[in-house]
């Protein structure tokens, strides 16, 4: 990658009447934006986050987790479970894209 990509991330969790949406991104300095929104029947709303660098916040919390001064609440059991239900939800919808595209020759 080049140098000024930098590192970028996020997540989103839904719920049944909301969805959080987090976002960040980090230039080669570690600085950049992070956004977090609640989108909800009512609309969209952005919530506020206290100013931190990205980058410093993710390395100093991957140092305190191999340190022991935190525990890791990403098990890796459950990111091997995430990423197999990730991989089989892809899988089904590239076979269906790829029927849609018989059909359509």
Known sequence: MPRPYGI?????????GAVLEYTMRAGFTGQGPATLTEHTADGEQPIDLPATSPHTAMIDHVLACLTGHVR????????????????????????????????VR
């Open 72 to 103: 890791n609440l990403i098990e890796p059991s459950s990111a091997l479970l995430a990423l197999a239900l990730t991989l089989d939800i892809h899988q089904r919808l590239t076979q269906a894209a790829g029927l849609v595209a018989r059909r």
């Open 8 to 16: 970028r991330g996020g997540w989103r969790a839904t719920f049944a």
